[in-house]
Nanobody, 127 residues
Framework: QVQLVESGGGLVQPGGSLRLSCATSGFTLDYYAIAWFRQAPGKEREGVACITRSDVSTYLPDSSDSVRGRFTISRDNTKNTVYLQMNSLKPEDTAVYYC?????????????????WGQGTQVTVSS
């Protein structure tokens, strides 16, 4: 059974940091690209960052301007886990963050390209 389980979310003050984890099981992570998406209340789900099976990371277009230089995606296939390190958090980063897996050789921004999704973890940035 394929599972992606996000963790690490919570309440943080502006300027703070969080590290999200996406623990995967039920499939061979080595073959998949993993992306992080986020959805703020009343807004569309948008892509944040993605990392390919070749360990090439990229920011996805929807939020690249706002997260570039602050967020870093990484993966540890030995632990079947992908991470999103988020620094210098801003109130506008408040959202539910989802990880998703796609059998892709390159990262894409289309949500439909990712076959498997986690349930999400809430990130709230507020003083």
């Amino acid at each position: 059974q394929v599972q992606l389980v996000e963790s690490g979310g919570g309440l943080v003050q502006p300027g703070g940091s969080l590290r999200l984890s996406c623990a995967t099981s039920g499939f061979t992570l080595d073959y998949y690209a993993i992306a992080w998406f986020r959805q703020a209340p009343g807004k569309e789900r948008e892509g944040v960052a993605c990392i390919t099976r070749s360990d090439v990371s990229t920011y996805l277009p929807d939020s690249s301007d706002s997260v570039r230089g602050r967020f870093t995606i990484s993966r540890d296939n030995t632990k079947n886990t992908v991470y999103l390190q988020m620094n210098s958090l801003k109130p506008e980063d408040t959202a539910v963050y989802y990880c998703a897996a796609g059998l892709l050789s390159v990262c894409v921004s289309s949500r439909t390209a990712y076959a498997y999704w986690g349930q999400g973890t809430q990130v709230t940035v507020s003083s």
